[in-house]
């Protein structure tokens, strides 16, 4: 059985106003301040973060089955939550997957992927491996 690392959902709801833009522009500060950035390519609805060993992807979804899913999940994930209406109506998201990292050599790059996608106001960040929203 197969193991995805750092895989993310960044779930956005309707009245969030976070582009894939948004995110590359954060991103791109962020990794400035270390050494060895990454390469952060973009094309349509994907963002890669590329080391010469690594590589790190960020997908924008906005299909009519994310919503669904989101219904999904806030009721199976979310359903104590204050908040589970405006998780269920998220209608756009950002899933990330990445490179097998089994020595974890990427991990601190994966917690900054993290906190920049924390930072945006209005969104939720769901671990689909582990079943929580990050906020918990």
């Not at 976070?18 to 990454?38: C, K, M, Y």
């Not at 009519?64 to 989101?70: A, M, T």
Request: glycine residues 4%; contains cysteine.
């Amino acid at each position: 059985m197969g193991y995805t690392y750092y895989r993310l959902m960044t779930m956005i709801p309707p009245d969030a106003t976070i582009t894939l833009g948004n995110v590359t522009d954060a991103l791109e500060q962020r990794f400035s301040l270390i050494q060895s950035p990454p390469a952060i390519n973009v094309q349509e609805k994907m963002c890669t973060l590329d080391w010469s060993n690594w590589q790190f992807r960020m997908y924008w979804e906005d299909e009519p089955h994310v919503e669904e899913e989101s219904r999904e999940i806030a009721k199976r994930f979310a359903s104590g939550r204050a908040d589970t209406e405006r998780i269920a109506s998220c209608n756009r998201r950002i899933t990330t997957a990445a490179d097998d990292d089994p020595n974890m050599d990427h991990f601190n790059h994966y917690v900054f992927v993290m906190e920049v996608l924390e930072a945006f106001e209005g969104i939720y960040v769901f671990d689909p491996n582990g079943g929580k929203f990050t906020d918990e």
